[in-house]
């Protein structure tokens, strides 16, 4: 069996792969054996093993690409897509050899805005579009030919430049044509039978998402602005990117054209019939829409949303478009999907607060990414969201930068690549480095030179970077440099950025004399330029933190931390687990964690209070992992367990840390101790949708859940180094 492989491989090698051998290596996802044809290293064939958010589900298959117009040859790896992952791989047969043809290598054409006008059929499943779309010839790009990328359920009729048919050959969703002699419009027609529910665009009697997908052709992902025109029922909502225009009668029903003038990469629409509400706050127009959410469900939504944004505008620069719209859609799947002036959602998760999909408009929007060579944005967001949950400036900051703390997790996926190249073609790992570690480095970054130089950074990024074209990790990274000078962050990058991996260290030899503490670090593995955080603890069990910064630290790893005004007995390395290295997760017991679950009791006097809790516990015999909703004027035992929470309540007042809230209008609640390991929650006021308290165990919030005060404990599992 193994010689018969190798004199295939041998045949192969000469001749150039059959299509059949290549469908049945996809087929294997045998990438080992797919890597022998290829004429660079093979990695690109690595992304067969599974897609970032799971292109490849539907598995691969080969067609030959041999169009009439150019001698050369070429094969499609082909299998349906989601957006924001691996396209479909595409390769030129070159001697007995297939040589990678990225995205990410710059094609002879670059597009610029689009103009497009859709109609759809229901019944058919189908939207046909005719997109107008300028096309300029890049001079120093060689080639004869040139490619447009759609998701391979969309097939184009016709391609035209105003004046004759262009040629065109399309397999999978590549569709080739002959490279331009000069600058034109190219007029593309096409029909796509849209049908990936939960996965890409579907389409439903009553609805039509194309979210999610390539609806639209692209060049190198290159991000683009477009002008889009929809003809629908009259009763049907339009959403989509950029400003409303107009909506006119026309033959079909109502014509809706929208303009999109962010050049962005990632295109979402949707038009169905739904519910709609809409309100002006803050100077925006604030949208909500779905199909099986009440519309006082809905309600709640744009409070969430103005403060976010409003929030993002004053820290990144200002908001874009003139509103803001959250889409809570039936078809979308799990998770969540930005488009710049609004989010689709999947369903079950609205009403709620999202700092991270409002984050995309600057990170993904204004900033755009391809996702070809790192998920560089997902990292912007997700320290978005911790950094809006700290800052928001709703009820005590001090409190809330407690609760949010954010905590570092090495991952094994960061030893797949570095930042700089984790871009799709990875495959699943691309994901982890994006959300989990870039986040995690930018929070490391922000301790480094504080947050006010990180949203200066931000600021400069967002202003200064040319319109229209990608955004990467290297230009934030140069701003960031240029900007602090005096902290010499070049190995920070270095380290986090050009090498794969997270550290793994530890500190030894603690030592105290007045004014001075001493350690030394030890690295197992690579050394890293991070923060450490060190906390003391004194005599009286007061604590304080340094933050020590690895780079003043000797060769040998030691170092010495001037401490005045406190005397430490104990030292705590690290606690809140702040810094990207192994270890356990810091534990907290928060009010949300330890809650969920428990049975819940509430008292039919105060039916009104803390609405999210349902619970038909007709009676409070053991309190022990009981939620309890009531007060302590018509539930008895809430009068000694809103002592122990630190409640003090008279009438619909209650005071926590010398604030006061009206329990009409904003909410309390706590995890309460009952010793010999029992404990129960006590819920009592207005708080409609689920408090938000992050790590708190106790604490107010505002009558949509928002955290107004908090208390949080030191971290349950952190253990003191001796002094
Ligand atoms: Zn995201």
Redesign the pocket.
């Given at each position: 069996m193994m010689a018969m492989l190798s004199l295939t491989l041998a045949f192969y090698l000469q001749s150039g792969p059959t299509l059949d051998a290549l469908n049945e290596f996809a087929r294997k996802r045998d990438v080992k054996s797919l890597a022998t044809f290829s004429i660079g290293d093979g990695s690109e064939f690595r992304v067969l093993r599974g897609g970032a958010y799971d292109v490849g589900r539907f598995g691969w298959k080969v067609l030959a690409l041999e169009p009439a117009f150019t001698k050369r040859k070429f094969v499609v790896f082909t299998t349906p897509l989601t957006s924001q992952d691996t396209g479909e791989l595409l390769f030129e047969r070159v001697g007995g050899k297939l040589k990678f043809v990225s995205e990410l290598d710059l094609e002879p054409i670059r597009l610029g805005r689009h103009k497009l006008s859709m109609k759809f059929s229901t019944a058919e499943k189908s939207v046909s579009i005719v997109d107008d779309v300028a096309a300029t010839v890049q001079e120093q790009i060689k080639g004869d030919v040139t490619s447009f990328r759609f998701s391979p359920c969309y097939k184009v009729s016709a391609i035209s430049d105003g004046r004759s048919p262009v040629p065109f050959t399309q397999v999978g969703g590549v569709v080739m044509v002959p490279r331009p002699a000069t600058n034109l419009t190219y007029s593309i027609s096409y029909k796509g039978t849209v049908n990936l529910p939960l996965y890409a665009g579907a389409i439903s009697p009553n609805n039509v998402t194309l979210t999610n997908d390539y609806w639209y052709p692209l060049v190198n992902r290159w991000p683009t602005t477009y002008d889009l025109t929809v003809e629908h029922p009259a009763e049907w909502e339009v959403i989509a990117q950029g400003n409303k225009i107009e909506s006119k009668l026309s033959k079909g029903g109502v014509e809706t054209t929208y303009k999109m003038d962010l050049p962005a990469v990632y295109w979402s629409f949707t038009v169905g019939k739904m519910r709609h509400i809409e309100t002006d706050l803050d100077g925006l127009r604030h949208h909500m829409w779905s199909t099986n959410l009440t519309e006082d469900k809905m309600r709640y939504q744009p409070r969430f949303n103005a403060h976010i944004l409003n929030f993002y505008s004053r820290s990144f620069g200002a908001y874009p478009f003139k509103q803001w719209g959250s889409l809570d859609s039936p078809t979308y799947g799990g998770g969540a999907l930005?488009a710049y002036s609004f989010a689709t959602y999947g369903e079950g998760w609205l009403p709620d607060a999202d700092p991270?999909?409002p984050a995309?408009t600057w990170f993904?929007g204004i900033l755009p990414n391809t996702y070809l060579r790192s998920f560089w944005?997902?990292g912007f967001?997700v320290w978005s969201e911790g950094f809006y949950e700290r800052e928001c400036a709703l009820g005590s900051t001090e409190d809330r930068r407690a609760a949010f703390i954010k905590d570092c997790r090495a991952s094994e996926d960061y030893n797949a690549a570095p930042l700089l190249a984790s871009g799709v073609s990875i495959g699943g790992p691309a994901s982890s480095l994006g959300?989990g570690k870039s986040g995690d480095v930018l929070a490391m970054l922000e301790q480094l030179i504080g947050t006010s130089n990180l949203l200066d950074a931000i600021k400069e990024w967002v202003r200064v970077h040319p319109k229209g074209t990608p955004a990467e990790w290297e230009e934030f990274e140069a701003i960031v440099l240029r900007r602090n000078q005096s902290l010499a962050l070049k190995d920070f990058f270095d380290d986090w950025f050009c090498r794969p991996g997270f550290a793994s260290v530890s500190v030894t030899g603690l030592s105290y004399t007045p004014g001075r503490l001493s350690g030394r670090l030890k690295w197992n593995g690579a050394k890293y330029r991070m923060p450490l955080e060190l906390w003391m603890e004194n005599g009286s069990g007061a604590r304080q933190s340094v933050m020590l910064d690895t780079k003043e630290c000797a060769p040998d790893g030691s170092f010495t931390i001037g401490v005045l005004g406190f005397t430490p007995k104990k030292i705590y390395f690290d606690p809140h687990h702040r810094a990207l290295r192994d270890g356990a997760s810091p534990r907290f017991d928060s009010f949300g964690d330890a809650t969920r679950g428990m049975k819940v009791y509430r008292d039919p006097a105060t039916a009104s209070y803390v609405k999210c809790y349902e619970g038909n516990l007709k009676e409070l015999a053991d309190l022990d992992k009981v939620l309890i909703v009531g007060h302590p004027d018509t539930t008895p035992k809430m009068k000694e367990l809103c002592v122990k929470a630190g409640f003090s309540v008279k009438g619909q007042n209650l005071t926590f840390r010398g604030t006061t809230i009206d329990l009409t209008k904003a909410g309390a609640v706590a995890l309460v101790d009952l010793g010999e390991g029992k404990r129960c929650g006590i819920a009592l006021g207005k708080c409609d949708l689920s408090p938000k308290l992050g790590k708190a165990y106790v604490g107010l919030c505002d009558d949509i859940g928002r955290m107004l005060r908090g208390s949080t404990r030191f971290p349950l599992n952190a253990s003191a180094l001796p002094l």
């Open positions: 930005e991270h999909e995309h993904g944005n997902e967001a959300y």
